[in-house]
């Protein structure tokens, strides 16, 4: 059976620019950093639609919308931060926009884009379509994939 694929990426220059640290990292990771995140979705079909494409472009302002509410200028903190009732703080005195995720990373990243993508093409193309990965890169040289099951 055929598999065709399309891919849609939310490149550097898009400004998803997001700050985070691994408190757990005993490296120079454990500090407050931040990159314009990158964002590659693979598309996945067995069969092209009626105007022979896997997906729509143009209908994916929801995935770009969660992106911009997640990671355009956010902080995005893990729930079990040590620190994350000082983070909280600096959230309400409207230092930083902070975003509770479970955990910090581009694997989290790009694990958290995968599922949320995998509902929206779901919803939006029933079993003909699938999120095959999503890649994220915080720039050349560091990235993470997650790939469907």
Known sequence: MTELYSTKKYGHERGLSAAFRQWRAES?????????????????????DENNWVVDFGGLKELELWLRQNFDHKTLVALD??????????????????????????????????????????????????????????????SATCRRE
Not at 91 to 110: D, L, Q, R, Y
């Open 28 to 48: 120079h990771c454990r500090f407050m950093h931040g990159y314009s995140l990158e964002f590659e979705f693979v598309f996945g079909a067995h069969e092209l």
């Open 81 to 142: 931060d040590p620190m994350y009732s000082d983070f909280e703080d600096m959230h309400e005195k409207g230092i930083i926009n902070m975003v509770s995720v479970k955990s910090t990373g581009c694997e989290m990243f790009a694990k958290m884009a995968m599922e949320f993508a995998s509902d929206m093409i779901q919803d939006l193309y029933g079993r003909r379509c699938w999120v095959e990965s999503v890649s994220v890169r915080e720039h050349g040289s560091n």
